[in-house]
């Protein structure tokens, strides 16, 4: 998965308007794009909610498998997963 890192610290967007810039950043490296996953470290929040469940001690978080195995093409990393939001083209 093409995974492209953003560094945004210094302009202390809330999750909200990252996953509005992670959106926008897909949209115009895939075209129209559906968002598979998140998983957002402040929180300790991920969706689809659960799959990391079973991932326990594993090296690969729920999320990103998750998105891996649904054809996940792109990945947007704010701050070395401090959120991360995974898509697929449509």
């Not at 967007?13 to 129209?32: K, M, Q, S, V």
């Not at 402040?42 to 729920?62: F, I, K, M, Q, Y």
Request: proline share 3%; aromatic share 8%.
């Amino acid at each position: 998965m093409k995974t492209l890192h953003v560094d945004a610290a210094e302009l202390e967007l809330d999750f909200d308007a990252r996953l509005r810039l992670a959106n926008a950043i897909a949209r115009h490296l895939l075209g129209e794009a559906m968002l598979l996953s998140f998983y957002d470290r402040d929180r300790n929040l991920e969706s689809p909610a659960g799959v990391s469940e079973c991932h326990v001690g594993c090296a690969t978080p729920g999320w990103l498998d998750y998105a891996t195995n649904r054809g996940g093409t792109l990945m947007v990393d704010f701050e070395r997963g401090r959120q991360v939001f995974c898509y697929r083209p449509v």
